[in-house]
């Protein structure tokens, strides 16, 4: 175990942990804003599922990993019509309409696949590199850990402040954040309140297709069935964890992503410790999170309850 507490493996395990943070991060901090409207979208894996997929396809088919990016947008915005849809205008129960769409998520992308690759390799692609930032790269551990890094995770934890700050700042995010507390008061201003829903689940959505483009872009150069492994289902638990504020989403997201660092490096080292211990940490720390806080006194008052007028 001395081996993990070297200076050069703990170097590698917190610069690993802030990319292992950034499709959770994008995703948290996206299904937050969609949280303060009122929306519980459970489709958030299925949502990262699809943005992976189709990151894939264009990377893999073009070589540009920018527009990869873009479509890995685009694909979580078709998504986030769909959620939009079924929880704002239909008012299907948020939790089933969730469910729906990770199944349709998980069974499309499996068979679009198999499509895609049939009677010949999997073919791969070239993703992002590291981008060192002069000057501050050069620090002594914070250099290597923070400063050097794909440009989509400095995206990503620049939009932690960019949320707060709309969010408890501006006009629009106070009248956001009364759709998920009363959003009654709105309608007696006239304000259209299935149209501040779409666009809430809209930004949600696109910022989950994005993480799930990074987690094509980023970590790996081929597609799997199960790439998102349950980050979607933690970037919902991050935004309960952190009591739907975004320092607490962020500090969530840290504490997950530490711990899937830990477990792969664990097995990298190979470890005299059964590896599938560290790998299960992320996902009974989450248990144990939501254990530990029953008292949840920021969640929106009308989360998940469809308004009627």
């Not at 990377?59 to 769909?82: D, E, H, I, K």
Request: aromatic share 12%; charged share 10%; proline share 4%.
């Amino acid at each position: 175990m001395s081996e993990l507490f070297s200076e050069a493996i703990l170097i590698s395990i917190l610069a690993s942990t802030v990319r292992i943070m950034t499709p959770i991060l994008f995703a948290a901090i996206g299904e937050l804003v969609t949280q303060r409207a009122g929306i519980w979208n459970m489709g958030v894996e299925g949502t990262m599922l699809t943005g992976a997929f189709t990151a894939y396809i264009v990377a893999s088919s073009t070589g540009s990993v920018w527009l990869a990016v873009w479509a890995a947008m685009a694909s979580g915005a078709l998504m986030g019509l769909l959620t939009a849809f079924m929880t704002a205008t239909m008012r299907v129960d948020h939790f089933i309409s969730g469910l729906g769409i990770n199944l349709l998520a998980g069974g499309l992308t499996l068979y679009w696949f198999r499509i895609y690759i049939k009677g010949r390799p999997q073919p791969t692609f070239d993703g992002f590199d590291s981008v060192a930032i002069p000057g501050l790269s050069a620090i002594p551990w914070l250099g290597e850990i923070l400063f050097t890094q794909r440009l989509l995770t400095y995206l990503a934890f620049a939009m932690v402040p960019v949320i707060w700050f709309l969010l408890y700042r501006t006009r629009w995010g106070l009248e956001l954040r009364c759709l998920g507390e009363n959003p009654k008061a709105l309608d007696i201003k006239g304000i259209n309140i299935v149209r501040r829903q779409y666009l809430a689940v809209m930004i949600g959505s696109v910022m989950t297709g994005l993480g799930g483009g990074f987690l094509m872009l980023g970590f790996s150069d081929r597609f799997l069935a199960d790439i998102t492994a349950g980050r979607g289902w933690l970037a919902v638990v991050a935004i309960i964890a952190g009591n739907w504020m975004p320092r607490g989403v962020l500090a969530a997201v840290l504490v997950f992503a530490l711990l899937e660092s830990i477990a792969t490096h664990v097995q990298v080292l190979s470890l005299n410790v059964p590896h599938q211990i560290f790998l299960a940490l992320p996902y009974l720390a989450s248990i144990l999170l939501l254990m530990g806080l029953r008292r949840k006194t920021n969640q929106p008052v009308k989360l998940g309850i469809p308004y009627f007028r």
